[in-house]
């Protein structure tokens, strides 16, 4: 049972140019979703989240954009950067109010010099 | 301020054997978490523990795995007689508080692998 989905698995662009990861979620009682970035060899980095009291968060070049309606998020890079370049998991928190996070299958998201 | 610190990097266990796998949390930090990712899947999250105590384990398989983090020490999940399908990475992830969120910290993994 995947409660949260992203269903491109990779992403290629080129540098400068908007990335645009996409999220799904299937249950309603998530209200906090986080976005992070893993490197081959590493562990995951927080990189930006999102309350679901909002509908917009930016962070420099990162904005996350939720529908609640639509049970939908994405994930905005503008400008993408070949530094950018990593596996993106969308997760979003439980209902236990812990750091028990159900993630995404990620997306690799590959930016062209 | 040394992060979450994992070890082994890389296991290689025979089927049949056990793999302890370690994890010391970021200084100040008394809640650890252990997620594990499948071949082309994301993280899977496994138990929740806090200092001499577990929260939650309820994606924990029912046989073979076990957690711990004693009062002393860092956390250890334990899989006795590994099975090909226990081939993975598995990461732990520590945090100051109870709500995890954007403070959760994980560490760069343990490759299990089974021969």
């Known amino acids: 049972d995947q409660q949260v989905k992203q269903n491109s698995p990779s992403l290629s662009v080129q540098e400068g140019r908007i990335s645009i990861l996409n999220c799904d979620y299937t249950?309603?009682?998530?209200?906090?979703f986080l976005w992070y970035k893993k490197y081959p060899a590493e562990g995951p980095t927080f990189l930006i989240s999102?309350?679901?009291?909002?509908d917009k968060n930016e962070d420099g070049r990162f904005t996350v954009f939720l529908n609640k309606s639509a049970k939908h998020l994405s994930l905005h890079i503008v400008p993408s950067q070949p530094g950018d370049s990593a596996v993106y998991f969308c997760?979003?928190?439980?209902?236990?109010?812990?750091?028990?996070?159900?993630f995404g299958q990620g997306t690799t998201l590959q930016v062209k010099p | 301020n040394a992060g979450v610190m994992q070890n082994p990097r890389h296991l290689v266990r025979r089927r049949g054997q056990e793999a302890r796998l370690r994890c010391s949390p970021m200084?100040?930090?008394?809640?650890v978490y252990w997620y594990r990712q499948l071949p082309e899947e994301g993280l899977k999250f496994m138990v929740y523990?806090?200092?001499?105590?577990?929260?939650?384990e309820s994606g924990m398989p029912k046989e073979r795995f076990s957690a711990e983090f004693p009062k002393e020490g860092p956390s250890i999940l334990r899989i006795q007689q590994v099975v090909r399908g226990d081939s993975a990475a598995y990461f732990c992830?520590?945090?100051?508080?109870?709500?995890?969120?954007?403070?959760?910290?994980f560490g760069s993994g343990t490759q299990l692998s089974v021969l």
């Open positions: 249950n309603s009682m998530f209200d906090y």
């Open positions: 992830a520590s945090s100051p508080s109870r709500q995890g969120g954007e403070k959760l910290f």
């Open positions: 523990l806090q200092k001499e105590n577990i929260i939650d």
């Open positions: 999102i309350s679901s009291i909002k």
């Open positions: 997760a979003a928190l439980g209902t236990s109010n812990t750091g028990k996070l159900i």
């Open positions: 200084k100040g930090h008394s809640h």
